[in-house]
């Protein structure tokens, strides 16, 4: 099981950043997928969620209105679009893959993303 993270980097407030986690080694459409973050010295937070058939997404009061969670699961992908970056979103930014019958749970390294001027 393979969950890469992309798309992270530097980028100045205000601007937009687009994840992309490429997963495999497993039914990728079969799973919810989320996309987590964590700040140093904080736990790690639930950013965005959407279901296996890309249904409806929920998403954390912090990031609604500015990024959107999409999957593609002709290419086991999911997205994170980030618009209007605040410094406050700096993080480590995680991609997760979840089932619960039965219970499996996978995650990606990782991708860093610095807001910054």
């Known amino acids: 099981v393979q969950l890469v993270e992309s798309g992270g980097g530097l980028v100045q407030p205000g601007g937009s950043l687009r994840l992309s986690c490429a997963t495999s080694?497993?039914?990728?459409?079969?799973?919810?997928m989320s996309w987590y973050r964590q700040a140093p010295g904080k736990e790690r937070a639930l950013v965005a969620r959407?279901?296996?058939?890309?249904?409806?997404?929920d998403y954390a009061d912090f990031v609604k209105g500015r990024f959107t969670i999409s999957r593609d699961n002709a290419k086991n992908t999911v997205y994170l679009q980030m618009n209007s970056l605040k410094p406050e979103d700096t993080a480590v930014y995680y991609c997760?893959?979840?089932?619960?019958?039965?219970?499996?749970?996978?995650w990606g390294q990782g991708t860093q993303v610095t807001v910054s001027s």
């Open positions: 997760n893959a979840r089932r619960t019958f039965p219970v499996r749970d996978y």
């Open positions: 080694g497993f039914s990728f459409s079969s799973y919810a």
């Open positions: 959407i279901s296996s058939a890309g249904g409806p997404s």
